[in-house]
């Protein structure tokens, strides 16, 4: 009897007549694995999304290629499109990481039940730190979100809504914190200054790529704005 040919050989038996007597023999049949049961995976999910999140974020969605995608993930093109789908499969794990992993917690303190009368000032001071250090990720690369806004796929109508969404999330973060530090201010002075706030940061997002200085300037102004306003 013969052997096997290679690891994905399997061995079935078949029933033959020759004339008489009746001959059964074996024969390999090679199989894929894949055939015979779901590929197991075989990584860590978050782990390699986070890298993924990396790559798309400082290079951008369209510029992020598969090979660079694969060193950053350790996985190969095959086993990144039989987790994800696709590139862009991967990138929607990373936009979702990116806004459970670095937007919410930073708007924590805004979306809690109650909202600090100093936690808006603390978010911009925050946000001002982490575009100030060079070992920031923000620092370079600004926002993920903000980026794609301004990148082709924005074309595509499910970025288009995730990054509205995210704007309005933002925007309803900072009116929180507007609200608990101007308790006594009207509801249209409120979403003026919550307004003004939101287009600040936004902007610092969009220039800390380019112009450091003028990004840390746009939080630096936003604070003052709510200074005034409380000492009005």
């Not at 369209?62 to 987790?83: D, M, Q, W």
């Not at 109508?157 to 309005?168: E, F, L, M, P, Q």
Request: aromatic share 6%.
């Amino acid at each position: 009897m013969g052997q096997p040919v290679g690891r994905a050989a399997s061995w079935i038996w078949v029933l033959t007549i020759v004339d008489m007597p009746f001959i059964i023999y074996s024969v390999p049949v090679v199989t894929q694995p894949e055939a015979l049961m779901g590929r197991s995976q075989t990584f860590e999910t978050d782990r390699v999304v986070r890298a993924a999140r990396e790559v798309f974020w400082s290079a951008g969605y369209e510029s992020a290629s598969v090979p660079e995608l694969e060193r950053a993930t350790g996985l190969s093109r095959s086993s990144i499109y039989h987790a994800f789908g696709s590139k862009r499969g991967l990138f929607d794990a990373a936009v979702q990481s990116y806004l459970d992993e670095v937007v919410r917690p930073r708007l924590r303190p805004l979306v809690a039940d109650a909202v600090a009368p100093d936690a808006l000032a603390g978010y911009l001071t925050g946000l001002r730190a982490a575009l100030g250090r060079a070992d920031e990720v923000q620092s370079t690369s600004g926002c993920l979100l903000v980026n794609a806004a301004s990148a082709p796929i924005a074309r595509d109508a499910a970025v288009r809504r995730t990054v509205a969404a995210y704007r309005a999330e933002l925007r309803a973060a900072l009116g929180r914190g507007v609200a608990a530090a101007l308790p006594d201010a009207s509801g249209a002075e409120a979403d003026r200054l919550a307004d003004a706030c939101t287009a600040l940061v936004v902007s610092a997002f969009t220039l800390v790529r380019v112009d450091p200085a003028s990004a840390l300037q746009c939080l630096d102004t936003a604070v003052e704005l709510l200074d005034a306003s409380r000492r009005a």
